[in-house]
């Protein structure tokens, strides 16, 4: 039982916090407070992430339609959570920080493939998903230097920007944010925000951190539209026809 509770608590508690907290009980300590609020976050947004775009994708399957959401953008979110997962796992950072990124990458791809299928693209989205898989692949099996990873991941800033911003020029072109879930909009906002504390506390890689805080930026523009056009519906196509004399 002593075992169990000593692997349990090391999810939460570094060696050393674990001597200055149950042997010294020095619970003021600072560095390991921040260090075990860091890990207890990470903790947190990881479990969050098994459900965050799960509405997202549910709406989209009740309406059938993936009107209103942008493809492109959503194919630059799913660039930048790959590159972020890549260049993580190959640097061998603490699972803690990264692990989120593996779930938003799963529900990402399904986003991906519902778009292109209610689009009419069944079989490109097929072809796709086979291509993604052998890109997963040979990162896992350390296929891919690491150098590559690291410009893949220092492409993120730019492309979350560039992603975030076509689907708020979408949602203010359509005058409502379509099929887009309130509920991921505001759990990606969060979850970025707490992923700012964890990459400076956990992995103190300043690309991660700017990644970050440009995340939070534009995730918080999409999220301040949700809130802007709340009570507006997607107008429906007008059918247009001659009336009988």
């Known amino acids: 039982m002593a075992n169990i509770i000593q692997k349990v608590s090391s999810f939460l508690f570094s060696e050393q916090c674990m001597k200055r907290y149950f042997e010294e009980y ?18 947190a947004i990881i479990l969050g ?16 339609s993936a009107e209103g959401i942008n493809f492109v953008s959503v194919m630059l979110d799913l660039f930048a959570i790959t590159a972020m997962v890549s260049y993580s796992f190959a640097s061998q950072f603490p699972f803690s920080a990264w692990g989120d990124g593996v779930f938003l990458l799963i529900q990402t791809l399904a986003i991906v493939m519902l778009v292109m299928h209610y689009g009419g693209h069944t079989a490109k989205a097929t072809a796709f998903l086979a291509a993604y898989i052998g890109v997963i692949v040979a990162v896992v099996s350390n296929s891919v230097p690491l150098h590559i990873l690291w410009v ?30 309130a509920v991921t909009g505001f759990m990606l906002f ?24 440009c995340s939070t930026s534009a995730n918080a523009l999409i999220a301040s539209q949700i809130i802007y056009y709340w009570n507006v519906q997607p107008k429906k196509p007008v059918k247009s026809g001659k009336k009988k004399q």
């Open 190 to 213: 969060f979850g970025s925000l707490a992923r700012i504390f964890t990459s400076i506390q956990e992995t103190g890689d300043s690309t991660m951190i700017a990644m970050f805080v």
């Open 26 to 43: 020095d619970f003021a300590h600072v560095e390991c407070f921040k260090a075990t609020l860091s890990k207890g976050l990470g903790i």
């Open 152 to 181: 893949g991941q220092a492409m993120v800033i730019p492309i979350v920007l560039m992603s975030r911003l076509m689907q708020a020029y979408t949602n203010y072109s359509n005058g409502n944010t379509g099929q887009l879930s």
């Open 49 to 64: 992430s098994l459900l965050v775009k799960v509405p997202q994708i549910v709406k989209i399957l009740n309406n059938k």
